[in-house]
Protein backbone atom coordinates (compact mmCIF):
# COMPACT_ATOMS: atom_id res chain seq x y z
CA UNK A 1 0.00 0.00 0.00
CA UNK A 2 1.32 3.57 -0.73
CA UNK A 3 -0.79 6.72 0.98
CA UNK A 4 -0.29 9.80 -0.84
CA UNK A 5 -1.30 13.22 -0.02
CA UNK A 6 -2.42 15.70 -2.72
CA UNK A 7 -3.96 19.08 -3.92
CA UNK A 8 -5.52 19.42 -6.91
CA UNK A 9 -5.61 23.00 -6.29
CA UNK A 10 -7.35 22.97 -3.03
CA UNK A 11 -7.01 21.63 0.04
CA UNK A 12 -4.76 18.47 0.37
CA UNK A 13 -6.23 15.35 0.70
CA UNK A 14 -4.75 11.82 0.97
CA UNK A 15 -5.38 8.89 -1.49
CA UNK A 16 -4.21 5.14 -1.59
CA UNK A 17 -2.15 5.26 -4.88
CA UNK A 18 -3.07 2.07 -7.36
CA UNK A 19 -1.25 0.65 -10.54
CA UNK A 20 1.93 1.91 -11.88
CA UNK A 21 3.77 4.47 -14.42
CA UNK A 22 0.94 5.99 -16.85
CA UNK A 23 -2.11 3.90 -14.96
CA UNK A 24 -1.21 4.71 -11.14
CA UNK A 25 -4.36 6.55 -10.17
CA UNK A 26 -5.28 8.00 -6.66
CA UNK A 27 -7.80 6.29 -5.02
CA UNK A 28 -9.25 9.27 -2.73
CA UNK A 29 -9.51 8.81 0.87
CA UNK A 30 -11.70 10.46 3.79
CA UNK A 31 -9.44 11.74 6.63
CA UNK A 32 -5.95 11.91 7.66
CA UNK A 33 -4.68 8.18 7.98
CA UNK A 34 -2.39 9.36 10.57
CA UNK A 35 -4.91 10.36 13.13
CA UNK A 36 -8.02 8.79 12.21
CA UNK A 37 -9.61 5.60 10.44
CA UNK A 38 -10.34 6.43 6.53
CA UNK A 39 -12.43 5.37 4.05
CA UNK A 40 -12.88 5.48 0.54
CA UNK A 41 -14.64 8.61 -0.65
CA UNK A 42 -15.39 7.11 -4.03
CA UNK A 43 -13.37 9.79 -5.82
CA UNK A 44 -10.55 8.21 -8.29
CA UNK A 45 -7.92 10.51 -10.00
CA UNK A 46 -5.48 9.43 -12.30
CA UNK A 47 -2.10 10.51 -10.70
CA UNK A 48 -1.18 12.17 -13.98
CA UNK A 49 -3.84 14.15 -14.70
CA UNK A 50 -3.88 18.11 -14.95
CA UNK A 51 -3.59 20.29 -11.82
CA UNK A 52 -2.76 17.01 -9.94
CA UNK A 53 0.17 17.53 -7.59
CA UNK A 54 1.75 15.09 -4.96
CA UNK A 55 2.93 16.80 -1.22
CA UNK A 56 4.82 16.05 1.46
CA UNK A 57 3.12 12.83 2.77
CA UNK A 58 3.20 14.32 6.04
CA UNK A 59 4.07 18.04 7.53
CA UNK A 60 5.43 16.58 11.34
CA UNK A 61 3.38 18.81 13.52
CA UNK A 62 5.96 18.23 15.98
CA UNK A 63 9.16 17.12 15.01
CA UNK A 64 12.02 15.93 12.27
CA UNK A 65 14.43 13.43 14.23
CA UNK A 66 17.59 13.11 12.23
CA UNK A 67 20.74 10.47 12.48
CA UNK A 68 24.06 11.72 11.80
CA UNK A 69 27.06 9.52 10.69
CA UNK A 70 24.65 6.11 10.82
CA UNK A 71 26.84 4.61 7.42
CA UNK A 72 30.61 4.04 8.26
CA UNK A 73 31.31 4.97 4.63
CA UNK A 74 29.41 8.06 4.58
CA UNK A 75 31.70 8.71 8.20
CA UNK A 76 34.57 8.03 6.92
CA UNK A 77 34.27 10.36 3.57
CA UNK A 78 33.67 13.28 5.90
CA UNK A 79 37.10 12.11 7.93
CA UNK A 80 34.53 11.00 11.08
CA UNK A 81 34.36 8.32 12.57
CA UNK A 82 31.39 6.08 13.35
CA UNK A 83 29.61 7.63 17.10
CA UNK A 84 29.30 4.96 20.16
CA UNK A 85 25.66 6.23 19.68
CA UNK A 86 23.50 7.68 17.34
CA UNK A 87 24.08 11.38 16.69
CA UNK A 88 20.71 13.41 16.74
CA UNK A 89 19.51 16.66 15.42
CA UNK A 90 16.77 18.30 14.50
CA UNK A 91 15.15 19.44 11.32
CA UNK A 92 12.33 21.99 11.72
CA UNK A 93 8.67 21.13 9.80
CA UNK A 94 9.33 24.41 8.27
CA UNK A 95 12.25 22.93 6.25
CA UNK A 96 9.97 20.24 4.67
CA UNK A 97 9.17 20.34 0.99
CA UNK A 98 7.28 17.73 -1.45
CA UNK A 99 8.15 15.97 -4.73
CA UNK A 100 8.67 18.43 -7.21
CA UNK A 101 9.18 21.66 -4.83
CA UNK A 102 12.36 23.42 -5.65
CA UNK A 103 14.84 22.81 -3.71
CA UNK A 104 16.07 26.92 -3.56
CA UNK A 105 19.71 27.27 -2.50
CA UNK A 106 20.28 29.50 0.45
CA UNK A 107 22.52 32.50 -0.86
CA UNK A 108 24.88 31.82 2.48
CA UNK A 109 25.96 28.98 1.68
CA UNK A 110 28.18 28.40 -1.35
CA UNK A 111 28.18 24.26 -1.11
CA UNK A 112 25.08 22.55 -0.83
CA UNK A 113 24.94 18.84 -0.72
CA UNK A 114 22.06 15.84 -1.23
CA UNK A 115 21.91 13.56 1.18
CA UNK A 116 19.22 10.68 0.59
CA UNK A 117 17.76 8.44 3.33
CA UNK A 118 15.01 6.30 4.47
CA UNK A 119 12.36 8.05 6.68
CA UNK A 120 10.04 6.71 9.21
CA UNK A 121 6.92 8.21 10.28
CA UNK A 122 5.93 7.68 13.67
CA UNK A 123 2.10 6.51 14.14
CA UNK A 124 1.64 6.43 17.74
CA UNK A 125 2.86 8.51 20.76
CA UNK A 126 6.42 6.97 21.59
CA UNK A 127 8.02 7.43 25.03
CA UNK A 128 10.93 4.37 26.50
CA UNK A 129 10.31 1.78 23.91
CA UNK A 130 12.00 -1.32 23.26
CA UNK A 131 13.59 -1.96 20.15
CA UNK A 132 11.53 -5.18 19.90
CA UNK A 133 8.38 -2.98 19.97
CA UNK A 134 9.21 0.09 18.15
CA UNK A 135 8.27 -0.81 14.46
CA UNK A 136 4.46 -1.18 16.19
CA UNK A 137 4.82 2.77 16.87
CA UNK A 138 5.33 3.05 12.77
CA UNK A 139 3.01 4.43 10.48
CA UNK A 140 4.92 3.68 7.43
CA UNK A 141 8.54 4.65 5.12
CA UNK A 142 8.92 7.46 2.84
CA UNK A 143 12.27 8.88 1.36
CA UNK A 144 13.88 12.01 2.56
CA UNK A 145 16.83 14.15 1.04
CA UNK A 146 18.54 15.28 4.18
CA UNK A 147 19.88 18.58 1.89
CA UNK A 148 23.08 20.05 3.96
CA UNK A 149 25.21 23.14 3.78
CA UNK A 150 28.29 21.64 3.74
CA UNK A 151 30.21 24.81 4.18
CA UNK A 152 28.31 26.31 6.46
CA UNK A 153 27.65 22.71 9.14
CA UNK A 154 31.74 22.65 9.01
CA UNK A 155 31.86 26.23 10.06
CA UNK A 156 29.61 26.08 12.94
CA UNK A 157 29.50 23.70 15.95
CA UNK A 158 25.25 23.68 15.88
CA UNK A 159 23.75 22.53 12.52
CA UNK A 160 20.25 24.03 13.25
CA UNK A 161 21.26 26.24 9.99
CA UNK A 162 23.28 23.87 7.75
CA UNK A 163 20.27 21.41 7.81
CA UNK A 164 17.08 23.55 9.14
CA UNK A 165 16.84 26.05 6.67
CA UNK A 166 13.56 25.77 3.89
CA UNK A 167 13.46 23.51 1.57
CA UNK A 168 16.00 21.45 3.19
CA UNK A 169 13.75 18.23 3.87
CA UNK A 170 12.72 16.97 0.72
CA UNK A 171 9.72 14.24 1.82
CA UNK A 172 7.76 11.85 -0.63
CA UNK A 173 6.58 10.93 -2.80
CA UNK A 174 4.40 8.30 0.01
CA UNK A 175 3.91 6.18 2.50
CA UNK A 176 4.34 2.67 3.09
CA UNK A 177 3.36 0.84 5.50
CA UNK A 178 3.76 -2.25 6.68
CA UNK A 179 7.66 -2.35 4.74
CA UNK A 180 10.27 -4.66 5.58
CA UNK A 181 13.08 -1.91 5.71
CA UNK A 182 16.32 -4.28 7.00
CA UNK A 183 17.74 -4.34 3.92
CA UNK A 184 16.76 -1.67 0.92
CA UNK A 185 18.98 0.08 -1.37
CA UNK A 186 18.98 3.30 -1.34
CA UNK A 187 20.59 5.40 -4.76
CA UNK A 188 20.56 9.03 -5.19
CA UNK A 189 21.11 10.52 -9.03
CA UNK A 190 21.79 13.76 -10.24
CA UNK A 191 20.83 14.99 -13.77
CA UNK A 192 20.74 11.16 -14.23
CA UNK A 193 23.98 10.31 -12.65
CA UNK A 194 24.81 8.05 -10.24
CA UNK A 195 25.65 9.77 -6.81
CA UNK A 196 25.18 7.91 -3.39
CA UNK A 197 24.26 4.12 -3.54
CA UNK A 198 24.09 1.82 -0.04
CA UNK A 199 21.57 -0.18 1.49
CA UNK A 200 20.00 0.03 5.03
CA UNK A 201 21.45 -2.94 6.17
CA UNK A 202 24.66 -0.80 5.42
CA UNK A 203 23.61 1.30 8.58
CA UNK A 204 25.61 1.21 12.16
CA UNK A 205 22.71 2.05 13.87
CA UNK A 206 19.02 -0.23 12.91
CA UNK A 207 15.68 1.40 12.60
CA UNK A 208 14.37 -0.31 15.63
CA UNK A 209 17.65 0.48 17.51
CA UNK A 210 17.51 4.26 16.54
CA UNK A 211 13.40 4.54 17.22
CA UNK A 212 14.12 3.07 20.59
CA UNK A 213 17.07 5.29 21.61
CA UNK A 214 15.60 8.50 20.14
CA UNK A 215 12.18 7.80 22.40
CA UNK A 216 14.22 7.47 25.90
CA UNK A 217 15.22 11.11 25.19
CA UNK A 218 12.08 12.49 23.19
CA UNK A 219 8.69 11.92 23.06
CA UNK A 220 7.91 10.90 19.54
CA UNK A 221 4.14 12.04 18.53
CA UNK A 222 2.31 10.82 15.38
CA UNK A 223 3.39 12.43 12.44
CA UNK A 224 6.97 12.73 13.70
CA UNK A 225 9.93 11.73 11.28
CA UNK A 226 13.25 10.20 11.95
CA UNK A 227 15.82 10.26 9.05
CA UNK A 228 17.77 7.59 9.00
CA UNK A 229 21.66 8.65 7.94
CA UNK A 230 23.08 8.57 4.59
CA UNK A 231 24.95 6.20 2.93
CA UNK A 232 28.61 7.09 1.37
CA UNK A 233 28.62 9.49 -2.05
CA UNK A 234 27.41 12.93 -0.82
CA UNK A 235 28.01 15.52 -3.53
CA UNK A 236 27.00 19.10 -4.47
CA UNK A 237 23.85 20.55 -5.96
CA UNK A 238 24.03 23.28 -8.62
CA UNK A 239 21.02 25.83 -10.49
CA UNK A 240 18.81 23.49 -12.40
CA UNK A 241 20.31 19.89 -11.29
CA UNK A 242 17.38 17.45 -10.88
CA UNK A 243 18.20 15.44 -8.05
CA UNK A 244 16.39 12.24 -7.40
CA UNK A 245 16.29 9.62 -4.42
CA UNK A 246 15.11 6.40 -4.93
CA UNK A 247 14.49 3.80 -2.03
CA UNK A 248 14.29 0.19 -3.11
CA UNK A 249 10.27 -0.73 -2.45
CA UNK A 250 9.52 2.79 -1.60
CA UNK A 251 9.71 4.66 -5.44
CA UNK A 252 11.61 8.27 -6.29
CA UNK A 253 11.58 11.26 -4.40
CA UNK A 254 12.52 13.93 -7.48
CA UNK A 255 13.37 17.59 -6.48
CA UNK A 256 14.82 20.59 -9.12
CA UNK A 257 17.42 22.40 -7.64
CA UNK A 258 16.70 25.79 -8.10
CA UNK A 259 19.03 29.71 -7.23
CA UNK A 260 17.04 32.53 -7.15
ZN1 LIG B 1 21.64 13.09 6.85
Known amino acids: MRIARFTRGSDPRYALVEGEGDAAELVVISGDPLYMPVQPTGERVPLDDDGVRLLAPVIPRSKIVAVGRNYAEHAAEHGNEVPATPLLFFKPNTSVIGPDDPIVLPSWSQQV ?148
Open 113 to 260: EHEGELAVVIGKVTKDVSPERALDHVFGFTIANDVTARDVQRAESQWARAKGFDGSCPLGPWIVPGLDVEDLEITVDVNGGRRQHGRTSQMVFDVPYLISYISEAFTLLPGDVILTGTPAGVGPLEHRDIVDVTVEEIGTLRNPVLRR
